[in-house]
């Protein structure tokens, strides 16, 4: 088992900034990428963003690429989302995910992770 607490979530102004922390625990050896995925009211999930944990491949969902960035501190079994420019529009519960094996092209699809956290809300308001 892994598991995956998320924090860094809050009320932001459009335009601005946060940083998403997702600390791993348990059987954190067994998992090769980690990803973030966010869900808004009335919408169905989405991808975000996910990362390669050997490779450190990066993957972004095209409405957040160029302003958000996934990284991971292996020393502190912790993956990072840093959100800038934020929108109205990125306003959403954010999952931390974490996948055992991920095909290639797979990182898009909720269901090929294994693990998932409670979530934190990021509201950006205009």
């Known amino acids: 088992q892994v598991q995956l607490v998320e924090s860094g979530g809050g009320l932001v102004q459009a335009g601005g900034s946060l940083r998403l922390s997702c600390e791993a625990s348990g059987r954190t050896f067994s998992t090769s990428a980690m990803g973030w995925f966010r869900q808004a009211p009335g919408k169905e999930r989405e991808f975000v963003a996910a990362i390669r944990l050997s490779s450190l491949n990066t993957y972004y969902t095209d409405s957040v690429k160029g302003r958000f960035t996934i990284s991971r501190d292996n020393a502190k079994n912790t993956v990072y989302l840093q959100m800038n420019s934020l929108k109205p529009g990125d306003t959403a519960v954010y999952y931390c995910?974490?996948?055992?094996?991920?095909?290639?092209?797979?990182?898009?699809?909720?269901?090929?992770?294994?693990?998932w956290g409670q979530g934190t809300q990021v509201t950006v308001s205009s």
């Open positions: 995910a974490a996948a055992g094996i991920l095909g290639p092209g797979r990182y898009v699809l909720g269901s090929s992770y294994d693990y």
